[in-house]
């Protein structure tokens, strides 16, 4: 069992928790097609876990390697970008049509790119082991809470899907601005 507290190994304890947030995510993916919202949410949420865990336990361990960053950030991509841009899609946007529906489609697809973007971005900026004191841009897993609030503003508030495509349009924007946030 030395492999997982080899910092060479692609199986080491922390890119197994990384594997976990995937799982989870992909969870979630799976009850949103299934309209199952609240499971996928929480699946979601166990997955945001997942990545504050794995975070901690590669810098604790000293497990910190390339292939972690990747994967770390293709786990961040299916967890805090897709399952809640799916999400919102399925839950908000299904109920328009027209040009309404044709107008959240495209937001949907520019908040994707948007998050690969800084996602690519930060690996490409990435340094092994490394911790930084302020992110650049608002972090996915930060804009996935955005967007969470945003479905629950839909739920609770029934604000307009319209509302809701501008406002991610915002949180688009800020994945890639000059913002910086503390690192927690």
Same mark, same amino acid.
């Given at each position: 069992?030395?492999?997982?507290?080899?910092?060479?190994?692609?199986?080491?304890? +922390?890119?197994?928790?990384?594997?976990?947030?995937?799982?989870?995510?992909?969870? +979630?993916?799976?009850?949103?097609?299934?309209?199952?919202?609240?499971?996928?949410?929480?699946?979601?949420?166990?997955?945001?876990?997942?990545?504050?865990?794995?975070?901690?336990?590669? &810098?604790?361990?000293?497990?910190?390697?390339?292939?972690?960053?990747?994967?770390?950030?293709? +786990?961040?991509?299916?967890?805090?970008?897709?399952?809640?841009?799916?999400?919102?899609?399925?839950?908000?946007?299904?109920?328009?049509?027209?040009?309404?529906?044709?107008?959240?489609?495209?937001?949907?697809?520019?908040?994707?790119?948007?998050?690969?973007? &800084?996602?690519?971005?930060?690996?490409?900026?990435?340094?092994?082991?490394?911790?930084? &004191?302020?992110?650049?841009?608002?972090?996915?897993?930060?804009?996935?809470?955005?967007?969470?609030?945003?479905?629950?503003?839909?739920?609770?508030?029934?604000? +307009?899907?319209?509302?809701?495509?501008?406002?991610?349009?915002?949180?688009?924007?800020?994945?890639?601005?000059?913002?910086?946030?503390?690192?927690?």
């Amino acid at each position: 069992m030395n492999f997982l507290y080899n910092p060479k190994h692609h199986f080491n304890l +922390a890119n197994l928790f990384t594997m976990l947030n995937i799982a989870s995510g992909l969870t +979630a993916v799976y009850f949103i097609a299934h309209h199952e919202f609240f499971l996928a949410i929480i699946f979601a949420w166990i997955g945001g876990i997942f990545d504050i865990v794995d975070g901690k336990v590669a &810098r604790k361990l000293n497990l910190s390697n390339e292939f972690g960053i990747q994967l770390d950030s293709f +786990a961040d991509f299916l967890s805090f970008v897709l399952v809640p841009v799916f999400l919102i899609f399925e839950a908000v946007y299904v109920e328009t049509s027209g040009i309404v529906m044709l107008v959240c489609a495209i937001v949907s697809i520019y908040y994707v790119i948007s998050g690969l973007r &800084r996602l690519i971005q930060f690996n490409i900026d990435a340094v092994e082991g490394e911790l930084l &004191r302020f992110f650049v841009g608002v972090p996915t897993p930060l804009g996935a809470i955005l967007l969470w609030l945003l479905y629950l503003s839909y739920i609770y508030l029934l604000i +307009a899907p319209i509302f809701i495509a501008a406002a991610m349009v915002v949180v688009g924007v800020l994945l890639n601005s000059r913002v910086k946030i503390p690192h927690p």
